[in-house]
Each structure stands twice: as C-alpha cells, then as structure tokens.
C-alpha cells in the first residue's frame, strides 16, 4: 500500500497573481505557506481486477473512461493503464470548498501516489507542473498555480509567474523567530461557508482576458502588496505584516462582489475591534477561513468564539508532498 500526504496552503500576499489569465501579460507574485492539515491518497492493489475509488463517493468501475471523479479520471487517463486493477481511497483533515487549495493539494498527492505505485520518482516542481496541466489544461478549470506549487514543495515560499509559463520559486528568508511568531499569532477560524470559488476566478479570467482596467489595477496592486509582505516577514516586522493583510483585504473586496458578505464584514470588524491587526479572508472568497493576525489572542479567540467561529489551530509543514508509507 502506498499512502501520500500533502499539505493544505495559507495565502500571505499577492494571491490571485498567480491565474495565467494575468501572468501571461503582466506577471505574478505571491507568498505562500503550507500547514500541517493534509490530503491524503492511499493506492493499493485490489485482489480483483477493475477500479475502485472511495472519496465522499465510492465507485467501482472497468475502465478509466467509466470514473466520474475528473481529477482522478485525467490522472488515470495520463498513466495510460492497461489492465487497470487498482483501488484509490482519499482522506481530508478539512474539506473542500474552505479555501485552503484543497484541489490542488489532491491532484499533487494522487499523481505523487500513482508515481510511487509504479516504483517512479517525480520532482517537486515537476509534480507541481503537472497538477497544474491537469486542472488548468486539460480540465479548464479557471484557477492559479500557487495551490499545486505550494503544496509540491511546502514550507513558506514565494513564487514568480513568468509570462513563459516558467515558475520560480524561493524559500521566504525568515528568522526563526518570525516563523514561531507567525504560528504563534496567525490564527484561523472557519465561517462555516464552504462555497466553489469558480464563480470569482471565472470573472477574474474573463476580465483580465479583456484587460479589465479596474481588474487589471486591482491585481497589480496586489503583487505589490505580496512584495511589501515579503519584506516585511524577512524583516521580522509581523505587525506591519498584520496591516498589510487588512489593506491586502480592504483591496480583494473590491475585485468582486461576492468576495465578502455582510455575516463575513460583521464577523472580520468584531476582529479588528477585539485584538486582530489585520485579516483577510483565505482563498478566493465567499466563505471558508477568515485569517487573522493577532495582537491580542486571548481577545480575539474569545470574540470570535463568541461569534461562533471555530478556530483551526496548525503549523507550518516543510516537507510538501511525501510519500509516508510505502
């Protein structure tokens, strides 16, 4: 049996950069930071012939052209399969639809199992490729490429998204002092929306497409804010960083109107009146983690259980997609 493990994801600074819809033209650039909640995907050999899935469905077909599941179809499809006789279980610490780049972190941790099933090593960045064509290219899905790099490599990164296609991505220089701070004081609390982002990033792609000069503005405003962020961590300076995630939010509600909704403002101004420095919603929008960095946690824990909101403590993870039983 193979079992793989790959990290959620957390956005700090100039998410949105990375759709090709924008970096095509204009380049992108953003931080990121995989934490310790995890997709996982077992692969084993089932005594009978044929395809067995379990997810939140189960399936048990003949042949790849028969899986409803699409990630796992287009998988299945590109490792041209023969005789197929394998069995496929996922499991989640945190479900779909929260924000966290659950997607990717699923179609980097099947390809990953499928490669140690059949006894093969894949690079990091050459799995993160690769997630990325399955999702982007040969589904269409309207998305970016930070959720496949950033759960491929793990740790807190930063990447650029060249207009070639090319993405280079670099270690954040943090002290680890920042690093404890960081996992000290940023704190996550689900809103109990979860919601399918395609919507949002299906107007962000029609519109950078038309060079939407309102979104176009928008986004480079962002890159440079995921710029500022970067300084400010390797600086060690997590208070500014706090601001510029509220400025960071202030500025990603005016790229869509379903970007926030009115339980999301009341919940995010109680934070800021109650120990947060700044915020923002993780994702795309709509629903999921609001994330907060906090100045005063005791009040802030308090004032958001008092909302309602459960928290969802982690760490980082700097291992990415690995192989943890084979």
Known sequence: MIIVRSPLRISLGGGGTDLPSYYKEHE??????????????????????????????????????????????????MQNLRTPQIEITTLTDIPAGTGLGSSGSFTTALIKALFAYRKKHIHQETLAELACHVEIDRLAEPIGKQDQYIAAIGGITSFAFHKNDNVVSAPVNLSVDTIFDLEDNLLLFFTGFARSASNILKDQKIRSEKNDEDMINNLNYVKDLGYRSKTA????????????????????????????????????????????????????????????????????????????????RFKFDFEGTKVIHS
């Not at 990121?32 to 189960?58: H, M, Q, W």
């Not at 109650?274 to 993780?282: D, F, M, R």
């Not at 994702?283 to 909101?309: I, Q, T, W």
């Open 28 to 77: 992108g650039f953003l931080i990121a930071a995989a934490i310790d909640k995890y997709v996982y995907v077992t692969i084993n050999r089932p005594f009978l012939e044929g395809i067995y899935l379990k997810y939140s469905s189960i399936e048990n077909v003949k042949d790849v052209s028969e899986v409803q599941h699409k990630i796992i179809r287009e998988v299945l499809t």
């Open 233 to 312: 961590l390797e600086n060690g300076d997590t208070n500014l960083f706090g601001e510029l995630m509220h400025e960071h939010w202030e500025n990603k509600k005016r790229r869509s109107g379903g970007m926030s909704n009115p339980d999301i403002d009341n919940w995010y101004n109680v934070a800021m009146k109650n120990g947060a420095i700044g915020g923002k919603l993780v994702g795309a929008g709509g629903g999921g983690f609001l994330m907060f960095m906090a100045k005063d946690k005791p009040r802030l824990r308090k004032a958001m259980k008092e909302c309602g909101l459960e928290e969802i």
